[in-house]
């Protein structure tokens, strides 16, 4: 069934405009609501004090007014009795600074203080509104990693590190080899000695900053499951959901391995946000949405979609007439089955007064009230579709997060990358999914590979078996550079152990910088490469591009080769979109 609704906060109004706003609410064609998701003091005014009366009674007029209920909890934010009590909880950076009392998303998601008051409070909301048949969904906590709050440098992450590190190596010894400890007389005596990866003045081992990266990915992974864990312990009926926000392909965790935990997905919709000038692109727009749907490859919700101008202290951009519409419309199309908009009013008070809604602080009915009306009526008549592609993007945590900690060049982007990617099936009306690499792609007829940077062997071979079979693949400039410790390997060309399947290997190489690029060649027409040069020594393949008057000397730019049933494509550079445009005709035509 698709619900289409409003995010509603009745507890920084009070219930005066109660009744008047359930009527409103059901006046724009909504039939859900979604509360509490930062209301924690209500539902817990004193530490092991619980008291519901306030939202019993919200949903109990709700009912009469025929809404259905997303009920949250609310762990993003913490009451001040728990501040007060354990102010070691809170979250701190890499030069020691903990984050006061506040702001949200202050805490640490390795303090088992913290874990302990959020799991009791899970618990006993699931215990108490198990059989409300109003409920229709659960959502644990709130864009989890939001704002910074995905690093944190506490004595109890670093503890947890060191277990986690124990636990995976076990022997010191196989730790300081795997990791090449002997540089700079880092070899560690014990696992107690090794630190967290905090700035300094050099660099510090990408091996133990990868480390450290899927150690963060772990922790929250493992939040969010408990979460909804502490939920199911009570409550069989209903289904359990977290709401990703946007931005997140940035965040040093991996959306695909939390969303293993829910029973569906959500994601907060924001093309535009506080300090933009505009909106995103329409195909970033849609990479944003298809991305999320990736996670658990199902049709999902988006449980905050704008209406109204955002930001917390800079604003900016306010969307146009019909254009929130369009959003939310477009985003039914990319496999959205229900849809709430952010937020029914905002409020007039506190750190979102400019995060407005459908209604102003003037609650007056106007135009967003009535854009707002028009969507629903609009929603209704579109059937819940799942998007059929033959094409898919492969995201890899890891190799993302490697790139993140050495970019290599000062222009490069993991996010601007795939969406460049992207744009391609988007300016051909062609859908496209996002999987993770974890993911059987054999059902796809292209599968693109974005600077997937570290490549298991086990990976090599799938990847190979596909091609193998009949599949193309294309592959771009970093490809199987390192091992999985983060790495490069010895004794080998790059792309490693993949030169039988690209038909090429990387005799030099070089990282172009803010506004440099270097000149190829496609059939005659001149095009540019950037972020990276990548000169390809051809083998078996053939090339496509070239490179142009380069003084290393002449060498492929972009190399095809056939590959048992399938083909390669390996791009030595981000091309730009001309280029691209033209190699991409080349490989959809194939």
């Avoid at 392909?249 to 029973?263: E, G, M, T, V």
């Avoid at 419309?329 to 979102?352: C, N, Q, T, W």
């Avoid at 102003?360 to 854009?371: G, S, V």
């Avoid at 997060?401 to 099936?425: N, W």
Wanted: glycine letters at 6%; a negative charge; one cysteine or more.
């Amino acid at each position: 069934m698709r619900y289409l609704g409003v995010d509603y906060y009745p507890e920084q109004w009070g219930l005066d405009l109660l009744e008047e706003d359930l009527e409103n609410i059901v006046e724009l064609g909504a039939n859900l609501i979604r509360i509490a998701d930062f209301a924690w003091d209500r539902f817990e005014p004193e530490e092991g004090k619980y008291d519901f009366s306030f939202f019993d009674y919200v949903i109990e007029r709700a009912k009469a007014h025929g809404l259905k209920i997303m009920m949250c909890v609310p762990t993003a934010t913490m009451p001040a009795w728990l501040y007060t009590k354990h102010p070691e909880i809170m979250n701190v950076d890499d030069k020691g600074y903990r984050q006061p009392y506040g702001a949200r998303r202050g805490y640490c998601y390795n303090s088992d203080i913290y874990l302990e008051k959020a799991f009791a409070l899970a618990e006993k909301m699931a215990e108490h509104y198990k059989d409300e048949e109003a409920i229709v969904a659960w959502q644990v906590d709130n864009e989890i990693g939001h704002e910074g709050s995905d690093m944190c440098y506490c004595d109890s992450c670093h503890k947890k590190f060191i277990e986690y590190l124990r636990n995976k190596y076990q022997d010191i010894h196989e730790l300081n080899e795997r990791w090449g400890t002997s540089f700079w007389t880092q070899t560690y005596n014990d696992f107690d000695q090794i630190p967290l990866p905090k700035a300094s003045f050099t660099a510090q081992n990408p091996s133990l900053r990868l480390e450290w990266m899927r150690f963060r990915s772990l922790s929250a992974e493992k939040y969010i499951g408990d979460l909804a864990d502490a939920v199911r312990k009570h409550d069989h009926n209903h289904p359990i959901s977290h709401d990703f926000e946007g931005g997140i392909i940035n965040k040093a965790f991996d959306p695909f391995a939390i969303s293993r935990h829910l029973d569906f997905v959500s994601y907060n919709n924001y093309p535009v946000w506080g300090g933009q000038k505009a909106p995103l692109s329409g195909s970033d727009l849609s990479f944003t949405v298809d991305f999320a749907r990736g996670f658990s490859r199902k049709n999902f919700w988006v449980t905050e979609s704008i209406m109204g101008q955002q930001g917390h202290n800079d604003i900016g951009y306010a969307p146009k007439p019909d254009e929130a519409k369009k959003w939310a419309l477009d985003s039914l199309d990319h496999g959205v089955e229900s849809l709430i908009f952010f937020r029914y009013r905002g409020f007039i008070k506190g750190a979102e007064q400019f995060c407005f809604g459908i209604l102003d602080a003037d609650n007056e009915k106007r135009r967003k009230y009535y854009e707002t009306k028009a969507f629903f009526e609009e929603a209704k008549k579109k059937p819940v579709t799942y998007p059929k592609s033959d094409v898919c993007i492969i995201y890899d945590y890891d190799s993302k997060s490697s790139m993140q900690i050495q970019r290599q060049s000062d222009v490069f982007s993991y996010e601007g990358e795939c969406m460049k990617l992207y744009r391609q099936m988007y300016l051909r009306n062609m859908n496209c999914d996002i999987i993770d690499s974890s993911v059987d792609f054999s059902k796809y007829r292209l599968v693109i590979l974005p600077y997937m940077i570290v490549m298991s062997d086990e990976f090599k071979k799938r990847l190979k078996d596909y091609v193998s079979d009949g599949g193309k693949v294309l592959l771009t400039p970093r490809t199987a550079w390192k091992d999985t410790d983060n790495n490069l390997v010895f004794g080998k060309r790059i792309p490693v152990d993949l030169s039988d399947l690209t038909g090429c290997v990387i005799e030099e190489h070089e990282s172009l910088l803010d506004d440099q690029y270097s000149l190829c060649e496609y059939e005659g027409v001149e095009g540019k490469g950037y972020v990276f040069e990548e000169l390809l020594k051809v083998k078996e393949g053939k090339q496509i591009l070239s490179w142009k008057n380069n003084p290393f000397g002449e060498y492929a730019a972009a190399v095809e080769n056939e590959y048992g049933k399938g083909k390669c494509y390996y791009m030595g550079a981000s091309f730009d979109e001309d280029t691209l445009n033209r190699l991409f005709e080349k490989i959809l035509n194939d």
